[in-house]
């Protein structure tokens, strides 16, 4: 049984930093994307960043390029979001998901497997 377990999420002022971590376990598949999804109220979930294990292959999206940094350690299996110069607008609850085929990386639907989820807050 797949199980992942974010953790991390804060409350910080703008231009603060946080690292979140995904803790997965039962995986077994050979290669898989690991992703970061978001999502504030009223709005539709997003992807933050991607991690594929095959190649290490890293994706962003545009309102984070330069500001976050996903990473993977292969050996705990775990997933990280390095987040730096926060925003309000970065508000959300932070979601971690794994996929085995996705296209494109930012879409939900192709993820099979979530966490319940670590609150950000960013207050100006």
């Known amino acids: 049984q797949v199980q992942l377990v974010e953790s991390g999420g804060g409350s910080v002022q703008a231009g603060g930093s946080l690292r979140l971590s995904c803790a997965a376990s039962?995986?077994?598949?050979?290669?898989?994307?690991m992703a970061w999804f978001r999502q504030a109220p009223g709005k539709e979930r997003e992807g933050v960043a991607a991690?594929?294990?095959?190649?290490?292959?890293?994706y962003y999206a545009d309102s984070v390029k330069g500001r976050f940094t996903i990473s993977h350690d292969n050996a705990k299996n775990t997933l990280y979001l390095r987040m730096h110069g926060l925003k309000p607008t970065d508000t959300a609850m932070y979601y971690c998901?794994?996929?085995?085929?996705?296209?494109?990386?930012?879409?939900?639907?192709?993820?099979?497997?979530w966490g319940q989820g670590t609150q950000v807050t960013v207050s100006s």
């Open positions: 998901a794994v996929g085995l085929r996705v296209a494109p990386w930012s879409s939900p639907s192709d993820y099979h497997y």
């Open positions: 039962g995986l077994t598949y050979s290669r898989y994307f």
């Open positions: 991690f594929f294990t095959n190649g290490g292959i890293t």
